[in-house]
């Protein structure tokens, strides 16, 4: 086959992240507007790239206050710095599933490598006829690389908010049906 457009489906995809909260407990979140697409060979994942543009506004933990201050200067100032984005370099196999996908994150305009280990769940063609494909993957940055710097030190040791952010990944791409015809 030859590498083509596919459009990451965000109604059946989702970014996720975690952090620790207060040393013990974490917190678990997501963002609900977000798109990308993914230049993709099935028969040969090493060639894809993956392009991903979030919109930072959209960072959701299911309590307002909190939102509010993730997207404060003191987090994401989304007012100066309204999206995340990535863009894969280069993506090695390691077994049929498996794969390390390298690539640039940026974030509050703080570019950083990063490395997703992704798994291919396989591709089918769905009800209405659309090939599609699934992947997961996950990564963990140093939020402070970033520019993520805010904390509070806590009475009994340690400090509020981790640094170390776990995101995870479930992503299904299709191909548009103008690819199929061809």
Do not use: C
């Not at 991903?52 to 993730?70: F, Q, Y």
């Not at 995340?84 to 390691?94: A, D, K, N, Q």
């Not at 291919?120 to 970033?146: C, H, I, L, M």
Request: hydrophobic fraction near 40%; charged fraction near 30%; aromatic fraction near 8%.
């Amino acid at each position: 086959m030859e590498t083509k457009n596919w459009n990451i489906d965000t109604a059946h995809s989702g970014i996720t992240f975690s952090v620790r909260h207060m040393v013990f407990a974490k917190v678990r979140g997501r963002f609900g507007t977000w798109s990308g697409a993914i230049r993709l060979d099935p028969d040969d994942l090493t060639q894809a790239i993956v392009e991903v543009e979030i919109d930072a506004a959209s960072i959701d933990t299911g309590v307002n206050d909190r939102d509010e201050h993730l997207r404060s200067a003191d987090f994401l100032d989304v007012d100066r710095f309204p999206k995340l984005r990535f863009r894969s370099r280069r993506v090695e196999r390691i077994d049929d599933e498996r794969y390390s996908v390298t690539g640039d994150l940026t974030i509050r305009d703080v570019t950083r490598e990063v490395v997703l280990k992704a798994e291919y769940g396989g591709r089918a063609k769905d009800p209405w006829g659309n090939q599609r494909a699934a992947f997961t993957a996950s990564t963990s940055v140093d939020r402070r690389e970033f520019g993520l710097t805010w904390n509070q030190v806590l009475e009994a040791g340690g400090v509020l908010v981790g640094e170390r952010i776990d995101i995870e990944l479930e992503v299904q791409a299709v191909e548009p049906a103008a690819s199929q015809a061809a």
